[in-house]
């Protein structure tokens, strides 16, 4: 059986850089399928401190999906904050993959039941991405890895 992981060489813990394009990546999708997919996946709903939908989903992925405070309390050093042991970040990019993973699924499948009676497009009209095949095949190693997983409806736009 084989396992998805996530390359060593990236820290999403530390690099910014990587927080963002991630982040951009989400965005991709219309923030009302976006919102539906992360309560969802999370099990809880999101709440909205913010009046811009985008920004309170932002907030969201940047604090539960691309960290989580379990793995993080699990890693903690007892008396330097911020510092965590063996394992975490291989825990945070395993966390990270799996959540992503969700996502994706639920939405394309979401989708495809028209669980949103008005039947909003999945993605943005101005994203680059229109079919959630493109939209994990992005990283250049993930697409020989998930497409014999699962396959993708045809179009979602």
Known sequence: MKR????????????????????????S?????????LE??????????HPDLVVGLSRFVMA??????????EFAHPTVPHH????????????TLKKFLQLVFFLDKAKGFRIIKHDPCLFCKDSDIKASR?????GDSTRTVVQ???SYSENKV
């Open 40 to 49: 969802t996946v999370f099990g809880e709903i999101i709440p909205l401190e």
């Open 64 to 73: 539960r999906m691309l960290t989580s405070p379990a793995i993080e309390m």
């Open 134 to 138: 493109h939209f994990v095949s992005r």
């Open 148 to 150: 014999p997983l699962y």
């Open 84 to 95: 965590y042991g063996a394992g975490f970040e291989e825990a945070l990019k395993m966390h």
């Open 4 to 27: 998805l992981i996530v390359r060593d060489k990236k820290s999403l813990n530390r690099d910014v850089g990587l927080k963002k394009t991630f982040l951009q990546l989400l965005l």
């Open 29 to 37: 999708y219309n923030p009302l399928w976006l919102r539906v997919g």
